[in-house]
């Protein structure tokens, strides 16, 4: 009966978290932009919520979002084409569980890892 997830991040500047996720990573503003500290970005068949958290600790923060994907090196070039900086740690390459991985992080350190299975089938 699950339908979807929409993951909840917390930002510490929503002019700042929208700029970074529309500008660098092609989403686009869903719904009201009536609520000053809450946001919701959509890409494709992603959504993410952002709730406002002005003492946020950035280094602190552990925010983590897993994103299935289809031609994850498309993707990645892309991204490296819009000079998107990669996570130091997370460079495109194949994990040893069989996913095909990369990650980002955003400007509240909230981690976004990409990845693609070939023993995964996406809708």
Known sequence: ????????????????????????????????????????????HIEIHFFLFKTLEVKENYGQVYIRTKDIEILYQSLLNNKVPIHPNGKLEVKPWGQTEFSLLDP????????ESTTYILP
Do not use: R
């Open 1 to 44: 009966m699950l339908l979807s997830i929409q993951p909840k991040l917390p930002m510490q500047n929503k002019s700042k978290t929208k700029a970074y996720y529309i500008d660098m990573l092609g989403f686009k503003e869903l719904g009201t932009t009536t609520y000053p500290d809450y946001l919701m970005l959509v890409k494709e």
């Open 108 to 115: 509240d350190n909230n981690l976004l890892t990409f990845g």
